[in-house]
């Protein structure tokens, strides 16, 4: 049964059907090979229905929307320039900007889709003025960009900590440590990088020009508040503080800064319904399939067919890693997240792992992924919006995926990096 329902799929992709279409026709071929005939397909419609049925998933639409409204407003301008007035006249004080700016951003939005767009649209071309190769340029927004999956708000969080049961506000706290090491280790990167291709420096920004821009930059760095400060104070829950976010994206971006209009309601309405129907058909679509796989028993008699079970905790990260890598670097996110996750349950369960630690590599793992060849879905965003050929998006991702992996491994050895942070707020 687990051939033909993978051999199934793997024949829809390649055909060139949506992941939807692969993954409910592999949970219907299961459901007729588990049950012996479609006849109680209602049984698999309720499992569908129970997946979007989740109160914290309403978190998702909340987030997409805040971001969409951020997106097209100022916030992402003011923070960018406050970075820039700080760090910005040092050597590859601009690339460290641009990464440091994707990391706020990504604090804001939740979104790499969304960083890539409203950071990297004002900053590659003034990188590339001040003496940056494209390549290095393209992969340093790409990846810089993935450090949004891991600072909250992170949907694939949400997704992960839904699938599994796992608390999403440890999920968000956990993720700060692991998002800021990223962030340090691309700036090293970016430091060396300037060093030894000597780019010019920007000019040194005065005191009375960084106040400027803190000041002007205070109201978007009320977003990182309201979701960590609230979350961590329990004013909060997961998907409350998502709904205040969208209150404070309308209030920002309509009302103080008067940089979006009524008009354009509808236009930012339409856009997150879009995304957000694609995000809850997948999820629904891939509860079925999940619970297909599940009560076949296929994740058990996979992981004991693969020795995982015996590999002990550190095997079973190990092979969670290199499992979600490679299954990003083929397909979205969400989708791996929905379907490789019931999988490695039982081996996750057995060796006792921290859920939340599994649940921050899984998220490291799903942003490396979305940034590395051949099919990372940040790479097809870059492509359409820089308007660059393929080759030269990917050229110069090795380093970033290297520290990426390099960060995985880390934390693994040091689970402390993700846990500390969530141990005080939770413990």
């Known amino acids: 049964m687990t051939t033909i329902m993978v051999c199934t799929m793997i024949a829809l992709l390649l055909l060139g059907f949506p992941m939807m279409i692969p993954l409910i026709s592999a949970a219907v071929i299961g459901f007729f090979m588990t049950f012996g005939g479609l006849g109680n397909m209602d049984t698999l419609i309720q499992q569908m229905m129970a997946g979007i049925r989740p109160a914290s998933l309403i978190a998702v639409p909340m987030f997409i929307l805040a971001a969409d409204i951020m997106t097209r407003g100022q916030s992402a301008e003011r923070l960018i320039n406050m970075v820039m007035a700080f760090i910005g006249h040092v050597k590859g004080g601009l690339a460290v900007s641009t ?45 810089s960009s993935d450090i949004a999956f891991l600072i909250p708000p992170s949907i694939g969080m949400i997704i992960y900590g839904v699938i599994s049961g796992t608390s999403i506000g440890e999920l968000f706290i956990a993720g700060i440590g ?127 067919a693969a020795g995982i079970n015996d590999a002990g905790p550190t095997g079973v990260l190990i092979a969670i890693c290199i499992a979600f890598f490679v299954a990003c670097m083929f397909v979205d996110p969400i989708v791996v997240i929905l379907v490789l996750t019931p999988i490695f349950a039982p081996a996750i369960e057995a060796t006792g792992l921290d859920p939340v630690l599994v649940g921050i590599l899984i998220t490291l793992q799903v942003a490396i992924g979305s940034a590395t060849p051949p099919f990372g879905c940040d790479i097809f965003t870059a492509i359409a919006i820089f308007k660059r050929p393929y080759l030269d998006v990917i050229k110069g991702t090795p380093p970033f995926v290297f520290l990426l992996i390099l960060a995985a491994a880390l934390l693994i050895m040091f689970p402390q990096i993700a846990l500390f942070l969530r141990d005080v707020a939770f413990r």
């Open 99 to 143: 990464a440091a700016s994707c990391t706020l951003f990504g604090a804001v939005s939740g979104s790499t889709q969304a960083t890539v767009v409203a950071v990297g649209s004002p900053l590659r071309p003034r990188m590339l003025k001040s003496g940056y190769s494209d390549s290095f340029t393209l992969a340093l927004i790409i990846n």
């Open 178 to 304: 692991p998002g800021l090491l990223i962030l340090m280790m691309f700036s090293v990167y970016c430091v060396l990088y300037a060093v030894i291709r000597n780019v010019p420096t920007e000019p040194k920004a005065s005191w009375s020009e960084r106040l400027s821009a803190v000041r002007m930059a205070l109201w978007p760095l009320g977003f990182p508040v309201i979701i960590v400060g609230g979350i961590y104070g329990g004013i909060f829950s997961p998907t409350e503080a998502a709904a205040a976010c969208v209150m404070y994206a309308i209030l920002l971006e309509f009302l103080i800064f008067r940089s979006l209009k009524m008009n354009d309601i509808y236009a930012i309405a339409k856009s997150t319904g879009l995304i957000t129907a694609v995000v809850f058909i997948l999820v629904a679509v891939g509860n079925g399939f999940s619970w297909i796989i599940s009560f076949a028993q296929i994740p058990q008699a996979l992981l004991e």
